[in-house]
């Protein structure tokens, strides 16, 4: 992490905490060089997901295509809809 005050490369972590219910980390850093605190807050980043077919062709991830196929795997047996959509999860 660079320091916002010199640019320095080297920052140490003094705190960290979950915020936003867990899904942000909230940290506090000072730079090893000029002493200058700072806090940065940390979120996951969201990607989109592929699916690599066996021709080496990717295509966007698409859920309505595994609930369509487990549907019909699942046709001739005791599988309730809630089921299927665990197993997707």
Not at 22 to 28: A, C, F, K, P
């Amino acid at each position: 992490m660079h320091c916002p005050h010199c640019t320095a490369t080297d920052t140490k972590v003094i705190d960290s905490r979950l915020v936003d219910n867990g899904t942000t980390v909230r940290r506090r850093r000072e730079c090893d060089t000029c002493d200058y605190r700072f806090t940065t807050f940390e979120r996951r980043g969201m990607v989109e997901m592929m699916v690599i077919k066996k021709d080496g062709t990717k295509e966007a991830y698409d859920r309505s295509k595994i609930r369509k196929a487990l549907t019909l795997a699942f046709a001739k047996r005791h599988m309730s809809a809630e089921q299927i959509e665990q197993l997707i999860d």
